[in-house]
């Protein structure tokens, strides 16, 4: 098994770095392909900021608490007197899942209700996705 894991986990780790870096590279190149053309200010201003809303930190808390279900149902499991082969100990993984999702549905929700804003005269509201 480790065998397999540890050249897998390599190689995604360096495709992710190189992702990255390339990236960061591309992103300085156009900052400064602006600079050198003078270009308008609303332009580079609108390139350089973040997008409205938040999505990574949508990402974080989705992915964070389907994970940390997830990992609830396997440390259940391990007390349940079933084999690992059994249907009922994939089902219980499967629910636990399920029910993350559904509590990042609730907090995404209650979330994105207390972020309506007026602007203009116009309720703008702001979503995690």
């Known amino acids: 098994m480790v065998e397999i894991v540890v ?3 390599l190689f995604l780790s360096i495709a992710f770095a190189t992702v ?3 990236k960061v590279i ?3 190149r156009t900052r400064r392909r602006l600079l050198e053309t003078n270009a308008p200010a609303e332009l580079a ?3 350089v900021s973040r997008p409205q809303g938040d999505i990574a930190f949508g990402d974080a808390l ?3 608490l389907v994970i940390g279900a997830l990992g609830l149902g396997l440390i259940i499991v391990q007390f349940l007197p079933y084999d690992a082969d059994d249907p009922i100990v994939s089902g219980l993984v499967l629910l636990s899942g399920a ?3 559904l509590g990042y549905y609730a907090t995404a929700r209650r979330l994105s209700q ?3 804003r007026a602007v203009g005269g ?3 509201l702001h979503r995690l996705e």
């Open 45 to 47: 201003s609108a390139l």
């Open 62 to 64: 989705k992915w964070g």
């Open 114 to 116: 207390g972020t309506d």
């Open 122 to 124: 116009v309720t703008e």
């Open 26 to 28: 591309s992103d300085g």
């Open 99 to 101: 029910i993350g999702l």
């Open 20 to 22: 990255g870096v390339t």
């Open 7 to 9: 050249p897998v986990a």
